[in-house]
């Protein structure tokens, strides 16, 4: 038992000195990381991020969000927010898992498609590695949104009715019908509110913040292609930065823009 926490505590001493050395000295790092390969560090960048998306958004909740229940024309009731229920826990966790998934693995193959073209040495899962240590970045990332959530982010009012499963339990079809009618209402004064907030510039700033995380997290694989690969410079560059020309094109044609 003892000796289990030693290893764990020593293992998690070198992931942090890893982890913040990749987001610091990543020439270093990624030296450390070809010689030395861990599986572990990377899963556990991942599940830090997946944990980090939970904490945020219970402290919007709690914190930033003005929950009024409407209950009749024009009559709004504060609700007061509360810890999240174990079933939006696990589709906050599960999105997560994908979304960020979903982001180290097309990066890797991009990657490694990249390589290809350029004709110079490649190994999938060195380059998955390489990219999921990268992610460190949201890492840090996270903890900015949460302080930013906690001392700078304006509240956001959302307006809720009364839950239509709930009100079919009644025999009233008429409560049933005021409540529906009362849904489609709450969800139009919500989209007002949102709209304003997001108009704000702090909520601007803070949802196009990740763009910068992103970029350096594409800068950090540049050296970890150049370090791991022993790719020329201008190649290690072009291969790196594709990931964000792919971005960019795909939210130009699919979103018409950044902001």
């Known amino acids: 038992m003892y000796s289990g926490l030693k290893w764990s505590g020593l293992w998690l001493k070198e992931f942090l000195r890893r982890a913040g050395l990749v987001a610091i000295n990543p020439l270093k790092a990624f030296a450390e990381i070809g010689e030395n390969p861990d599986i572990g560090?990377?899963?556990?960048?991942?599940?830090?991020?997946?944990?980090?998306?939970?904490?945020?958004?219970?402290l919007f909740m709690?914190?930033?969000?003005?929950i009024l229940i409407l209950k009749g024309s024009n009559v709004l009731e504060p609700y007061k927010s509360s810890?999240?229920?174990t079933?939006?826990?696990?589709?906050?966790?599960?999105?997560?898992?994908?979304?960020?998934?979903?982001?180290?693995?097309?990066?890797?193959?991009?990657?490694?498609?990249?390589?290809?073209?350029?004709?110079?040495?490649?190994h999938f899962t060195s380059i998955l590695m390489a990219t999921a240590y990268a992610m460190f970045t949201y890492v840090i990332g996270k903890v900015i949104e949460?302080?930013?959530?906690?001392?700078?982010?304006?509240?956001?009012?959302?307006?809720?009715?009364?839950d239509t499963s709930i009100a079919m339990l009644s025999s009233s079809v008429t409560l049933v019908?005021?409540?529906?009618?009362?849904?489609?209402v709450a969800?139009?004064?919500?989209?007002?509110?949102?709209?304003?907030?997001?108009s704000q510039l702090a909520p601007r700033v803070l949802s196009n913040m990740g763009y910068a995380f992103s970029i350096w997290s594409c800068l950090i694989c540049t050296i970890a292609l150049y370090v791991m690969f022993k790719m020329h410079?201008?190649?290690?560059?072009?291969?790196?930065?594709?990931?964000?020309?792919?971005?960019?094109?795909?939210?130009?044609?699919?979103?018409?823009?950044?902001?």
């Open 41 to 58: 560090g990377p899963i556990a960048v991942l599940v830090i991020l997946i944990i980090a998306d939970l904490i945020n958004r219970q």
């Open 62 to 66: 709690l914190f930033k969000t003005d």
């Open 83 to 85: 810890l999240m229920d």
């Open 87 to 122: 079933t939006t826990a696990t589709q906050i966790a599960v999105m997560s898992l994908i979304n960020y998934g979903y982001y180290i693995l097309r990066n890797s193959i991009i990657y490694y498609i990249m390589m290809w073209m350029l004709k110079t040495e490649r």
């Open 146 to 162: 949460a302080l930013a959530i906690l001392f700078v982010i304006p509240p956001l009012t959302v307006v809720l009715a009364v």
């Open 177 to 184: 019908l005021i409540n529906m009618e009362n849904v489609e």
């Open 187 to 198: 969800n139009t004064m919500t989209n007002t509110y949102r709209e304003v907030w997001e």
């Open 233 to 259: 410079k201008s190649k290690a560059l072009i291969a790196g930065i594709t990931p964000l020309i792919v971005d960019a094109i795909l939210r130009a044609v699919l979103l018409g823009g950044f902001f």
